[in-house]
């Protein structure tokens, strides 16, 4: 399985960004998506994930109302849409699969995922 993620970039404070992830290999299987993010000098953090029939999403509560996770299952791709953004968003931001159907508990933190895409910085400037 790889996942690829692309979408970052440079943008002001206040702008948007929609972030992408694309999966391939097994794709067949059922899968839940998680985006976290990692700034410099800080250890990475949840930020948001999302269920295999995309019913079920969590996010962080320090971009709950500001970003929004989808998926699109036909073409193995899962979607962060960001908005709003501030300096503090400023990170790294990885996607990451787990084979399984439904979110739990542990679906915030980077244990369950089994796979990892290469990140995409985002800048946000003020």
């Known amino acids: 399985v790889q996942l690829q993620a692309s979408g970052g970039g440079l943008v002001p404070a206040g702008g948007s960004l929609r972030l992408s992830c694309a999966v391939s290999g097994r794709t067949s299987a059922v899968y839940v998506m998680g985006w976290f993010r990692q700034a410099p000098g800080k250890e990475r953090e949840f930020v948001a994930a999302?269920?295999?029939?995309?019913?079920?999403?969590y996010y962080a509560d320090s971009v709950s109302g500001r970003f929004t996770v989808s998926r699109d299952n036909a073409k193995n791709a899962v979607y962060l849409q960001m908005n709003t953004l501030t300096p503090e968003d400023t990170a790294v931001y990885y996607c990451?699969?787990?084979?399984?159907?439904?979110?739990?508990?542990?679906?915030?933190?980077?244990?369950?995922?089994?796979?990892w895409g290469q990140g995409t910085l985002v800048t946000v400037s003020s």
């Open positions: 999302i269920s295999w029939s995309g019913l079920t999403a």
């Open positions: 990451a699969l787990e084979f399984r159907e439904y979110l739990r508990v542990n679906s915030r933190t980077t244990d369950p995922y089994e796979y």
